[in-house]
C-alpha cells in the first residue's frame, strides 16, 4: 500500500462543476504538494502546504495534519484544467529530499 | 515554459544502444533531480543532486548514469536498458534540495521507448 493514497483515481466533470480530489496520508509530513500534470508530460508545482489553507485563482488547497488529509479543489471547472493532479508528501523522518508521490487523479472536464 | 529544459523529448533505443538524456535549467536552482514515471506507478525519485554533489541515490540500477557537470546542467546515461525501462523520464530543479523549502520546477520529460 502506498503511503499517498489519492482519490478518485480518475474523474469527469462538466465545465462549471466544482470540483474535489482528495489526498490521505500515512506518514508524518514537514509539506505536502501539489502537482499538475498535462497531457504533454510536463509538471507544474501548483502548491506546497503545511498547514491550513491555501488559494490560487479558481484553485484551493486544504490541509488537515490530524487527520492527514489533503484535499485540492477546483471552482468552476473548464476544460483546460484537464490534467492529471498529483499530491506529494515530504516525511518529516530523517534529513532527506524524497518526495513520496501519489498515483494522481485524472480529470477531464466536457464542455 | 517553466526554466527546465529537457532534450530529447522522445527516444525510442535499442537495448544494447547508449544514449543521454539532457536536463537545463534557467533559474539559477541549486539542486536537480531525476524522475521516472512508468504508466500507473507514482512518481519514482532516481537522484539527487545539490551543489554538482549527489545526495540521493535511490537504489536505481547501474545502466543508468547520471552527471552533473554544473549546477545548470545535468544528464541521465543510458546503456543496456531493459524494456521495463520505458518510461517518462522527469528532470525538475530547486532552489534548495529541502522540498519543505522549496518547490520543484519540472521539465516536460523524455518519453523513452526501450525496445
Known amino acids: 500500500k502506498n503511503e499517498v493514497e489519492q482519490s478518485p483515481q480518475n474523474l469527469t466533470a462538466q465545465e462549471g462543476e466544482f470540483i474535489t480530489i482528495n489526498c490521505s496520508y500515512s506518514?508524518?509530513?514537514?509539506?505536502l504538494h501539489w502537482l499538475q500534470q498535462h497531457p504533454g508530460g510536463g509538471i507544474v508545482s501548483l502548491f506546497m502546504?503545511?498547514?491550513g489553507k491555501k488559494k490560487h485563482g479558481r484553485l484551493i488547497a486544504t490541509i488537515n495534519i490530524q487527520e492527514k488529509h489533503s484535499s485540492l479543489h477546483i471552482t468552476a471547472s473548464h476544460p483546460r484544467d484537464s490534467a492529471v493532479y498529483i499530491c506529494a508528501a515530504l516525511p518529516r523522518r530523517g534529513n532527506t529530499d524524497k518526495l513520496i508521490f501519489g498515483t494522481g487523479t485524472r480529470l477531464q472536464v466536457f464542455p | 515554459e517553466t526554466g527546465v529544459t529537457q532534450t530529447p523529448r522522445h527516444l525510442v533505443m535499442g537495448m544494447t544502444n547508449k544514449k543521454s538524456l539532457k536536463c537545463e535549467q534557467h533559474l539559477g536552482h541549486n539542486a536537480m533531480y531525476w524522475y521516472k514515471q512508468s504508466a500507473k506507478k507514482p512518481l519514482e525519485l532516481m537522484f539527487v543532486y545539490n551543489f554538482k554533489e549527489q545526495t540521493e541515490n535511490n537504489s536505481v540500477p547501474s545502466r543508468f548514469s547520471p552527471e552533473c557537470p554544473n549546477s545548470s546542467h545535468l544528464f541521465l546515461h543510458l546503456h543496456t536498458l531493459q524494456p521495463e525501462d520505458s518510461a517518462l523520464y522527469l528532470c525538475?530543479?530547486?532552489?534548495?534540495?529541502?522540498?519543505?523549502?522549496?518547490?520543484?520546477?519540472f521539465g516536460a520529460g523524455t518519453r523513452l521507448s526501450v525496445l
Open positions: 502546504l503545511s498547514s
Open positions: 525538475a530543479s530547486s532552489q534548495d534540495s529541502r522540498p519543505q523549502r522549496g518547490i520543484q520546477y
Open positions: 506518514v508524518g509530513i514537514s509539506a
